[in-house]
């Protein structure tokens, strides 16, 4: 299942909460910005950190040929027990092999922590989308929501050293319970 991802321009209206519309939109550190807003503990949890196969859609954003393998970090982003964001990040294996040392030293700390302390990163384009949880791309977290749920999700591609990395985010409920 292929994921329809749209441009800011396309899903504004689409979106009637202001919280979600703020963290689709927001451009900063999401990690930041959410220890900032959250009323219990905030942790991150490095759920995996392995080299696997990429998506279509991640190809495509990548400028990747298909069945491309890449290292892949999937985290949930936590206030308390409450998963409210569940990411997915992919590594292309030259991007990988030149931030390598860099993302072991990383942890359970943000990625935020290494993308927006880099001089020469930055964050060249964003997409959203509604997700079912059931796609493909977050079966980590199904058995955590309805099959027929949909959730908003951001796409962001980012450059370090012109080398790109691929950054999906998706907000659950639990995102809406976490304000302080």
């Not at 999906?168 to 409920?173: R, S, V």
Request: with cysteine; hydrophobic share 40%.
């Amino acid at each position: 299942m292929q994921i329809d991802w749209q441009d800011k321009s396309n899903v504004t209206a689409e979106i009637d909460q202001e919280l979600i519309r703020k963290l689709l939109f927001y451009d900063g550190s999401l990690t930041r910005y959410l220890q900032s807003i959250c009323a219990e503990d905030f942790s991150i949890k490095v759920q995996s950190e392995s080299w696997g196969l990429l998506f279509k859609d991640e190809c495509l954003s990548l400028k990747l040929e298909d069945n491309q393998k890449a290292f892949i970090r999937l985290s949930h982003l936590n206030s308390g027990a409450k998963t409210m964001v569940y990411a997915r990040t992919v590594f292309p294996e030259k991007t990988y092999k030149l931030i390598k040392n860099k993302l072991e030293a990383l942890g359970e700390r943000p990625l935020g922590e290494l993308l927006f302390s880099e001089p020469s990163a930055y964050r060249s384009q964003m997409k959203y989308a509604k997700i079912r949880v059931d796609s493909k791309l977050f079966l980590p977290v199904k058995n955590q929501e309805p099959e027929d749920s949909l959730h908003w999700a951001r796409q962001s591609l980012f450059m370090i050293d012109e080398m790109p990395l691929l950054i999906t985010e998706l907000f659950l409920p639990a995102i809406s319970q976490c304000i302080k």
